[in-house]
């Protein structure tokens, strides 16, 4: 196996950076977008689930160029918030975050929303009823009997971010050492002849910590089933 | 306690129109399935909000629709026991227990811990998990969440409904115990006429999303006791009983009682259908039935085709009831002197 370039670790490093951080910002923003979707009857809950779920459907291409054309210097954003605080998000990592967040949001909340569907609403109405304000419920009922679901919920972003390209290619670059994930990386010795080695080894790197993930996240249901 | 109720909400084509003024410790909401009971339940506890109208207890208006007032569910202190246990499957029964105690204030704080875990027979459960408890256990240790929450008002949504019939009748005496020690007024909701008895002195009757009439459990009995197969169950709570030629005797207001299945706790009740009693004018010679009671009638009423006839029994008032031609032959008149013949297999022991 070839060594890797400083490039490389970077890329690796980067991609997991990455996603664990897409990860853990976007869980708050999904488990209350799954809360209002479970809990809340409004008006426009229609609109409000379509536009969560629209990242699904749509090519990361599309994704990431409407994220450039709103976070950009001319974006309606970048302009209005960005400029003035100083921000610059177009060509760094935290683009890359932002990207695999809209990307993977939608799986995320689908997976706390069935967990939180699946709790019996009479406990809801029981810690209620037994003084706990609604916050208080969120933290001892409802949060602890979805726990299934965020964790699955986590594990599914986290995946999808060390996948995540199309988005991310749009809005951070393929910038080796800056913006460069391991698709990315990997992208780049696909096209460069003499490299097909490098490339591989890079597929087996995020083979890997695929493996890694998903033995751990089954790890970790075991244990919350064998705490219940 | 003493609860008003002016109340409109509507569930698509179902209407409850609530509007009566209740005050006592016992009491039932009766009415059959989709006659509203539930949805009252859930206006009074906060669960959903009327369309308009106002909710007073104890003089606190806690939902008026007109001042735009509606106290959080959390701020009404209600205890809620509902047809299914519903404990917190990630706590251990203590921590079900604490849920509601931890959160009550202190200064409202009137029962103790200890107390509860004592009349409820939960001492021994506490650190288990709440999954592989009985049924009964269950809704015991539900019970005992709600009371520890010190509520004013405690609010039972078919307790016993999931319940199988033994079972029913071993939770009653909780139920009734935990209530009166801890001096709890409660709502008693359920379909089932016997459970009111049991459970409330007075009834709020429901049909079609409306309070019908205020009444008593034995008034509702009394009025259907023609319709039913089994007319009218007399309820009966007996001391122990001990063996005798194969049955049990249990004295009864200085009178014996002979029946066939005996109980091993004191004050456990048994039920005799109203159609199991047989009357005679004077005192027969010799009879099967093993309990031939001299009585007093002490009323007759008219039920549909039968006639009730209320007795006492040495203190002890039954409900005999019999087709027209038979009183009539009988003779029977408030006042007068009759003689029951009750078989021993008559009486079944409840739970």
């Known amino acids: 196996m070839p060594a890797f370039t400083a490039a490389d670790y970077s890329a690796i490093f980067l991609s997991l950076k990455v996603a664990v951080v897409a990860t853990l910002a976007s869980l708050p923003f999904a488990f209350a977008a799954a809360y209002i979707m479970t809990y809340r009857r409004f008006r426009g809950r229609i609109a409000v689930d379509v536009a969560v779920n629209l990242p699904l459907t749509l090519p990361p291409v599309v994704i990431g160029y409407l994220l450039l054309i709103l976070l950009g210097q001319q974006g309606f954003i970048g302009r209005m918030l960005l400029q003035p605080l100083g921000i610059k998000l177009i060509f760094s990592w935290k683009a890359a975050v932002i990207a695999t967040s809209v990307v993977g949001f939608p799986l995320m909340v689908r997976s706390i929303r069935t967990a939180m569907e699946g709790i019996d609403e009479r406990l809801v109405h029981a810690s209620r009823l037994l003084g706990a304000r609604a916050l208080d419920t969120i933290m001892t009922v409802i949060v602890p009997l979805s726990v299934r679901g965020i964790i699955a919920g986590s594990v599914l972003m986290f995946a999808r971010g060390l996948g995540e390209f199309g988005a991310t290619v749009i809005v951070a670059g393929n910038i080796p050492g800056v913006t460069q994930t391991i698709p990315l990386a990997i992208y780049e010795y696909a096209g460069s002849p003499g490299d097909d080695a490098m490339a591989l080894s890079l597929c087996a790197v995020s083979v890997s910590i695929s493996v890694v993930v998903l033995v751990f996240h089954e790890w970790l249901g075991r244990r919350v089933v064998r705490r219940d | ?351």
């Open chain 2, 1 to 351: 306690m003493e609860l008003r109720v002016a109340a409109r909400k509507r569930f698509g084509a179902f209407l409850l129109d609530a509007d009566f003024s209740v005050r006592g410790e016992r009491i039932g909401v009766f009415g059959p399935s989709g006659g509203g009971k539930s949805t009252l339940v859930g206006i009074i506890a906060g669960l959903a909000g009327p369309d308009k109208g106002t909710i007073v207890l104890d003089d606190e208006v806690i939902f008026d629709s007109g001042a735009g007032r509606n106290v959080r569910p959390e701020h009404r202190r209600m205890g809620m026991v509902f047809q299914r246990p519903s404990l917190f499957p990630h706590l251990s029964v203590k921590g079900n227990l604490l849920y509601g105690f931890k959160r009550c204030p202190p200064e409202a704080r009137k029962i103790a811990f200890d107390d509860v875990v004592e009349v409820l027979k939960i001492g021994n459960l506490l650190d288990r998990g709440v999954k592989h408890l009985s049924g009964g256990e269950k809704q015991r240790v539900a019970i005992g969440r709600a009371v520890l929450g010190s509520p004013r008002l405690l609010l039972l949504d078919e307790p016993l409904s999931a319940l199988d019939d033994s079972l029913k009748f071993q939770i009653v005496p909780f139920l009734n115990e935990a209530c009166e020690v801890f001096r709890i007024p409660y709502l008693f909701i359920s379909h089932s006429l016997l459970e009111m008895r049991v459970m409330t002195d007075i009834v709020l009757h429901m049909a079609g999303g409306r309070v019908v009439e205020q009444t008593t459990a034995e008034s509702l009995v009394r009025a259907r006791m023609g319709e039913g197969k089994t007319g009218y169950i007399n309820l009966l709570r007996l001391p122990e009983g001990r063996g005798v030629d194969g049955l049990y005797a249990f004295d009864w207001g200085g009178q014996r009682l002979l029946a066939s299945s005996g109980n091993d706790q004191p004050g456990a009740l048994f039920e005799l259908s109203s159609r199991d009693i047989i009357l005679f004018r004077g005192r027969p010679e010799a009879v099967s039935a093993r309990n031939l009671l001299k009585c007093r009638v002490v009323d007759v009423f008219e039920t549909g085709s039968r006639v009730g006839i209320e007795l006492d029994c040495c203190g002890n008032r039954l409900v005999a009831e019999v087709v027209g031609q038979a009183a009539e032959e009988l003779g029977v008149r408030a006042g007068g002197e009759i003689y029951a013949a009750i078989k021993a297999t008559a009486f079944k022991k409840l739970g």
